[in-house]
């Protein structure tokens, strides 16, 4: 039987963190329990003003953050805030598929594109790697706004 999983992240700034990475995966931020949160609305906004009703100090607003897949499909995302740095390699990534089924130059071209646009999201280039047949497609490594390495596969 399979399992449900979460991926979880270290962060200093939640809220920034997991909004990175629902505009990479086109994820989306869902409501505090029991609030209906109108389309067009941010979400993030509703929790903040959820946390203040229940009596949470703004100090602690930013203490976690979630995105889920609006399919239900993909794995949700947890971000917690944590005071260290991060200090080492991952020992574990994510890789974004952003050109499935492309291969050589078409394949390094739409990994470029998405490159830049996830650069503009505040993301930092890491390393291209070409392709190397037949075990390697090529990708490019980077890194979100905290440090944490992904890939774009």
């Known amino acids: 039987m399979s399992r449900e999983f979460q991926v979880t992240f270290d962060a200093h700034d939640p809220a920034a963190v ?3 990475w629902r505009d990479v995966l086109g994820y989306v931020h869902p409501g505090p329990p029991g609030v209906d949160v109108p389309a067009g609305t941010d ?3 509703a ?8 009596g949470v100090p703004p100090e602690q ?11 239900g ?7 917690q805030q944590v005071p260290e740095d991060k200090v080492a390699k991952n020992r574990v990534h994510l890789d974004v598929r952003a050109a499935p089924g492309l291969q050589g130059a078409e394949r390094m071209a739409a990994l470029e594109a998405e490159c830049d ?6 993301a930092k280039r890491i390393q291209r790697y070409e392709p190397e047949p037949p075990m390697g497609a090529g990708h490019i490594v980077m890194a979100d706004p905290e440090g944490n390495e992904f890939c774009l596969d």
């Open 73 to 79: 499909q993909g794995p949700r995302l947890f971000f």
């Open 61 to 71: 607003r930013n203490t976690r953050s979630a995105i889920e897949d609006p399919d």
């Open 117 to 122: 646009r996830l650069i503009a999201l505040g």
């Open 43 to 45: 979400p993030l906004g």
């Open 47 to 54: 929790w903040d003003e959820f946390l203040a009703r229940i």
């Open 18 to 20: 997991s909004t990175f």
